[in-house]
């Protein structure tokens, strides 16, 4: 079994920065895929950055890149997500999530792919 926490949410001016921390727990040695999904109210949940525990290689979705940099110690067994120059729109509920799947034949960054969960860290940016 696998538990997965996050931390790092909290309120910020638009153009600030936060750091969120997603701590994993468990059996982990076959997860081969993290990601980071955000939920605004009233929205469906999508995912923003992914990264692979094996290559390290990372993906980001338009919205998000060269914003914010997923990255993972993998001995601690945290993953990152540094959010720069944070805008309104980036108001959501944030969480982690890790896949066993070998490939994400559904989408890079498709919860349908991801297995295990958190519980989800507010962030909320204002104007």
């Known amino acids: 079994q696998v538990q997965m926490v996050e931390s790092g949410g909290d309120s910020v001016q638009a153009g600030g920065s936060l750091r969120l921390a997603c701590e994993i727990t468990?059996?982990?040695?076959?997860?081969?895929?993290m990601g980071w999904f955000r939920q605004a109210r009233g929205s469906e949940r999508e995912g923003i950055a992914r990264?692979?525990?094996?290559?390290?290689?990372?993906y980001y979705v338009d919205s998000v890149k060269g914003r914010f940099t997923v990255s993972r110690d993998s001995a601690k067994n945290i993953m990152f997500l540094q959010m720069n120059a944070l805008e309104p729109d980036d108001t959501a509920m944030y969480y982690c999530?890790?896949?066993?799947?070998?490939?994400?034949?559904?989408?890079?960054?498709?919860?349908?792919?991801?297995?295990?969960w958190g519980q989800g860290t507010q962030v909320t940016v204002s104007s």
């Open positions: 999530a890790a896949s066993i799947n070998t490939m994400l034949v559904r989408g890079l960054l498709d919860v349908r792919e991801y297995k295990y």
């Open positions: 468990g059996d982990t040695s076959s997860i081969l895929w």
């Open positions: 990264i692979s525990t094996r290559s390290g290689g990372t």
